[in-house]
């Protein structure tokens, strides 16, 4: 398995390809147990989320690491997908449910990574 900085990198990389807008990633490793890294992205309509969604599910089985748990699917209308890798969790969201929700406000404690 890869070195998890370089994962998060990879993340990044597979979800700015699709054109992701306001990637952020929070290091929450000194404020919670549940994860190390937080990725949020934001997509312009449904077929983006989904677009975003196999990307990452694409670059974590070439990464042989494999997902704990995936809540929301954009066959349902979710407005929120979350995708639960254990030590990283990435939250791709519609415009209104970013905002609504506003994760950076809430994990404002956390470390931003920039790449």
């Known amino acids: ?12 990389e597979a979800i700015d390809a699709k054109k992701a807008e306001d990637i952020r990633i929070i290091d929450i490793s000194e404020l919670s147990d549940i994860a ?25 089985i070439k990464q042989n690491i494999p997902v704990k748990n995936i809540e929301g699917h954009v066959r349902d209308r979710s407005n929120w997908i979350l995708m639960d890798y254990t030590d990283i ?18 994990w404002k404690g956390g470390t931003i990574i920039e790449l």
């Open 1 to 12: 398995m890869s070195d998890i900085k370089d994962v998060v990198k990879g993340i990044y």
């Open 36 to 60: 190390d890294y937080f990725i949020l992205a934001t997509a312009n309509n449904i077929n983006q989320m989904d677009a975003l969604q196999e990307a990452v599910e694409e670059y974590m």
């Open 89 to 106: 969790i990435v939250h791709i969201f519609d415009k209104e449910a970013r905002e609504f929700y506003d994760l950076e406000h809430i």
